[in-house]
């Protein structure tokens, strides 16, 4: 029985040491794994380092014949400017906004100068000058919160526990944002201000455009009239309990009977009517900050300057970029002529 249980002790404890044996060679082989990719990521670090010292000078020129060709190249072209404009479009109009920027951008690209012209309103010349137009979302994180607020203001009560903030924020999109910022790229400083007048007009022209914001003037006028009755009624009913208190502390007290109860009721409603007051007030408050925001089909937040800013980019200059093109050439042709040296060494 004993000799038994020491064979079992004797068994687990073998079994024990293989099984550590084998982690230890499983790590063992990572280790090594691991070791085997530095190795070789530092011997293509140092044959890099031995081609380039191989090919400095070459480089070098390279470099400095870009750098001083990018130089003159910049001096020399004609200078771009930017403007930008902010707008808030309203009734729904920011995909039609997006589209005919969008449009007037592909007729730039073209460089349809005829087409651009009739469609902006201005002359061909100017037309010419357009290089590039865009439009892109112009929102911070406290817009995006209170825009995340108006939306769940509109949702059920079981939406609203289903949907967090976070998830928010994951579908939105540049089409969700309350203002959006026009962009006009064009070698002529002047012509984006006069655009502007056109871009607006294209979107205000809209029949579908009109009749929301007709619909919304006549639903905030409507909305108008009956908070100013609601507050005529409040106005009045307070103007009553104050007559009937001045009656009630007129009339001769009957020995020293106090009805508490009653100028508690009273007191309670004159409260419940102040509440009410100013409660209509908030609403009439937000239906014309709601009036001045929905003035307009398009709301013109900063309109374009009278003149443009001049582009200015070091990354998008050309003694940046012609640099690293006569570089990055030479760099082709020496690993070409490499290649072909190595081929023909492995082929003999």
């Not at 061909?124 to 995340?148: G, M, P, R």
């Not at 009517?273 to 007030?281: D, G, W, Y």
Request: hydrophobic share 40%.
């Amino acid at each position: 029985m004993a000799e038994n249980q020491t064979n079992n002790n004797n068994s687990d404890e073998i079994d024990l040491g293989q099984l550590f044996q084998l982690i230890g060679r499983a790590f063992q082989k990572l280790f090594n794994f691991i070791k085997s990719v530095f190795k070789g990521l530092f011997h293509m670090l140092i044959l890099f380092l031995l081609f380039i010292q191989k090919n400095f000078l070459i480089l070098a020129i390279a470099a400095i014949l870009g750098t001083v060709g990018g130089y003159f190249l910049d001096k020399n072209k004609t200078p771009k400017y930017i403007s930008k404009m902010v707008v808030e479009p309203n009734f729904n109009s920011v995909q039609q906004l997006y589209n005919n920027i969008g449009f007037y951008n592909d007729l730039a690209e073209a460089e349809d100068s005829v087409a651009l012209s009739k469609a902006l309103n201005i002359l061909e010349t100017e037309a010419s000058s357009i290089k590039e137009i865009f439009v892109d979302s112009y929102s911070d994180e406290n817009q995006k919160v209170k825009l995340f607020d108006n939306f769940i203001r509109e949702l059920d009560t079981t939406t609203i526990r289903a949907l967090d903030y976070e998830s928010y924020l994951k579908n939105f999109n540049s089409m969700d944002a309350r203002f959006h910022q026009i962009s006009v790229i064009s070698t002529d400083n002047s012509v984006a201000k006069k655009m502007q007048l056109t871009i607006i007009s294209s979107i205000s022209a809209n029949n579908y455009f009109k009749l929301q914001k007709s619909i919304n003037d006549e639903n905030i006028a409507l909305q108008d009239s009956i908070i100013r009755n609601q507050l005529s009624e409040v106005d009045s009913l307070q103007k009553l309990y104050k007559t009937v208190l001045v009656k009630e502390a007129d009339k001769p007290m009957q020995g020293t009977n106090i009805n508490l109860a009653e100028n508690g009721e009273s007191q309670n409603k004159e409260l419940a009517l102040v509440k009410e007051r100013e409660l209509l007030k908030n609403q009439l408050v937000r239906l014309n900050e709601n009036r001045a925001n929905k003035s307009a089909i398009l709301n013109v937040i900063s309109d374009f300057p009278a003149r443009g800013v001049k582009q200015k980019g070091f990354w998008k200059s050309y003694k940046f970029v012609l640099p690293l093109v006569l570089v990055g050439i030479v760099l082709l042709i020496s690993l070409s002529i490499g290649l072909n040296r190595y081929l023909k060494n492995y082929k003999s």
